[in-house]
């Protein structure tokens, strides 16, 4: 018996997902599957699939398929986050670093997981809470000058930090930055912002925190990789301007001077279903990380 029973859409507001829809709806018609899409998705789309609320999609889908590119992918994962279900991203745009395959090849794909030949790659998110509202990324979570309003001047203090030192309270934090913007990732989010803000690539198969400064104007401008059962508390310097946060790229609050955001990791968030490339595999094509030049 397949896997698969009930398949569930998410789709890119914009990008045309006909091609994959027809070949997800050809697929489940021969196999005797449900396919479920939220309504205003598959409502602006002349498509067979049903219609149902965002608790019924996550709730009865026995594989989510993300249609688009890299914020679909966000969108999804953030959708089912701490359920077991698994997730299959389809790139129809240009980078797509987090979906596994492309169009022409969702219709093996898809038999290929219903037969169970898979494997799952667990994703680390993170949590904070901004303004009273509880937010969860699995990129980033991101600290960001305003224009105008001067730099993000935050301190960084990691929970596993030493209170005491040589017998002396230590209560201070471990860094301050003064920066374009000091960034929480997680390492699925190390090849989003943070890889363009100089942090490191890493592999999203190890739990950690990394912490990154953009652009920064302080002397230490290194990144910071912590423990995954670390807590980090950024707090908004004196010396700061008025700072936007961002959650997987979008604006969801501001901080002003004195003000704390408490970030913690949430380990194995999402599932996300990979059918044989590797993650290096993925970050040499997409990020055409090539190595130096050599040597003559």
């Not at 129809?92 to 219903?114: H, K, N, P, W, Y």
């Not at 105008?148 to 203090?157: C, E, I, N, P, Y």
């Not at 044989?276 to 993925?282: A, D, N, S, V």
Request: proline letters at 6%.
């Amino acid at each position: 018996m397949g896997m698969v029973g009930t398949v569930g859409l998410v789709l890119h507001p914009k990008r045309d997902s006909k091609k994959a829809i027809d070949t997800i709806l050809s697929w489940a018609g021969d196999k005797g599957v449900t396919v479920l899409g939220l309504p205003e998705e598959v409502g602006r789309i002349d498509c067979s699939a049903v219609p149902v609320d965002a608790v019924s999609l996550v709730e009865r889908a026995d594989l989510l398929v993300g249609l688009g590119g890299d914020g679909t992918m966000l969108r999804t994962m953030r959708l089912l986050a701490g359920r077991p279900t698994p997730i299959l991203g389809v790139n129809l745009g240009r980078l797509g670093f987090l979906a596994e395959i492309d169009v022409d090849e969702l219709e093996a794909t898809l038999s290929a997981i219903d037969g169970h030949h898979y494997t799952i790659e667990p994703r680390m998110a993170i949590r904070s809470e901004i303004g009273g509202v509880a937010v969860t990324a699995f990129n980033d979570i991101a600290l960001v000058r305003i224009p105008g309003d001067g730099l993000a001047a935050v301190s960084v203090t990691p929970s596993g930090s030493p209170h005491v030192r040589y017998g002396t309270p230590a209560n201070g934090p471990f860094v301050n930055y003064a920066a374009d913007a000091v960034i929480v990732a997680t390492t699925t989010g190390s090849t989003a912002y943070s890889f363009s803000a100089g942090g490191p690539i890493v592999s999203p198969r190890l739990e950690a925190v990394l912490v990154v400064p953009a652009a920064a104007h302080s002397a230490f401008n290194r990144a910071l990789v912590l423990p995954a059962d670390e807590d980090v508390t950024l707090e908004v310097l004196p010396s700061s301007g008025r700072l936007a946060v961002e959650v997987d790229g979008t604006v969801v609050g501001h901080l002003c001077p004195g003000d704390t955001v408490r970030v913690r990791a949430w380990p194995g968030a999402a599932k996300v279903v990979r059918v044989g490339t590797t993650f290096y595999e993925r970050a040499r094509r997409k990020l055409r990380v090539d190595g130096s030049a050599a040597i003559e």
